[in-house]
Nanobody
Framework: EVQLVESGGGLVQTGGSLRLSCVVS????????MGWLRQAPGKEREGVAC????????YYSDAVRGRFTISVDRAKATVYLQMNNLKPEDTAVYYC??????WGQGTQVTVSS
């Protein structure tokens, strides 16, 4: 079974950057699709970015394309989300997801205006 633990959230000003990390443990060979989703207060959870655990092509939502980058370090069994040029509308709890079924506990990102 795959387990996920996120870290790296925090408070940042508009235009700033953060890097989220998601450590994958357990049966990592069972992890094949990795993604980041977010949920803002009063809104539904939405997909942000996804990539295969072996690397390769990444996919982004229109809201973050060009500002966020998802990547995988298989040696560290870690998935990253580099977030640049952050905006107040990026404020949300960010969740790591594996195989569209397994969730981390979430990490809060707050962008002040």
């Amino acid at each position: 079974e795959v387990q996920l633990v996120e870290s790296g959230g925090g408070l940042v000003q508009t235009g700033g950057s953060l890097r989220l990390s998601c450590v994958v443990s357990g049966s990592t060979f069972d992890a094949y699709a990795m993604g980041w989703l977010r949920q803002a207060p009063g809104k539904e959870r939405e997909g942000v970015a996804c990539i295969s655990f072996t690397g390769g092509d990444a996919y982004y939502s229109d809201a973050v394309r060009g500002r966020f980058t998802i990547s995988v370090d298989r040696a560290k069994a870690t998935v990253y989300l580099q977030m640049n040029n952050l905006k107040p509308e990026d404020t949300a709890v960010y969740y790591c997801n594996a195989n569209f079924a397994i969730w981390g506990q979430g990490t809060q990102v707050t962008v002040s205006s």
